[in-house]
């Protein structure tokens, strides 16, 4: 069934997930394709466990979205936040250990946070937004995986979507989304860790800019089949 999928759309997609796994998690980091998956399921009443990381170190134009989102779609998205705050990390660390070692900060401040608050959830599949054609490590994503680091089944339902058919989605149906990407921000996370993009530059190139880091962790690795 699942490699039927690889030809399904986005709701189908979403549907059968709903179906195959009543208790199902979306951890979002409240980025465009996010809103997208928001959207799609409001429009199919495929209820889902929302949350996202709030690190305390995202942009403010984030925490208004997260506002808004709820507002519109009448749920609630869960903080999953870190075991310390910003100035006990510091404390312990130093400052802005995202500066010296980004890995280590998104160890404490999301893959260690998500990993405890899947745990707890219960959920056997979750939601991810990711698309295949973000990074090299996305162009293989599946839209049914075996996510090996959460032991969970990860579905992809925006796998085969581009950056424009998402944000032909949004405009059509008046999607909220982060003021931040009409800046230059097409891909957003910590505001330390993340800058503007020059035109022509890679959408991600302003995610941990001037370091070998693409990924905070979350994504990978998975089993593909
Ligand atoms: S994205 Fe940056 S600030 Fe956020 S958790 Fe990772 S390293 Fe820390």
Known sequence: MTDELETQDAPAILRWASREHPKLGFATGLGVEGCVLLDLAAK???ALDVFTLDT?????ETYALWRRL????GITIRAVTPPVTVEEQ???HGDALWARD???CCK???VEPLAAAVAAAGFTAWISAIRRDQTPERANARVVERDAKFGLVKVNPLVRWTSTDVWRHVLAND????????QGFPS?????CTTAVAPGEDPRAGRWRGTAKTECGIHLPVVRS
């Open 90 to 92: 510091a404390a312990r």
């Open 102 to 104: 980004p890995d280590a």
């Open 70 to 73: 709820e507002a519109r779609y």
């Open 56 to 60: 305390g170190l995202l942009f403010p």
């Open 44 to 46: 199919e009443g495929v």
């Open 108 to 110: 404490i401040r999301k």
């Open 175 to 182: 999607v909220p989304y982060n003021p931040l990407h009409d």
């Open 188 to 192: 957003i996370g910590c505001a330390p």
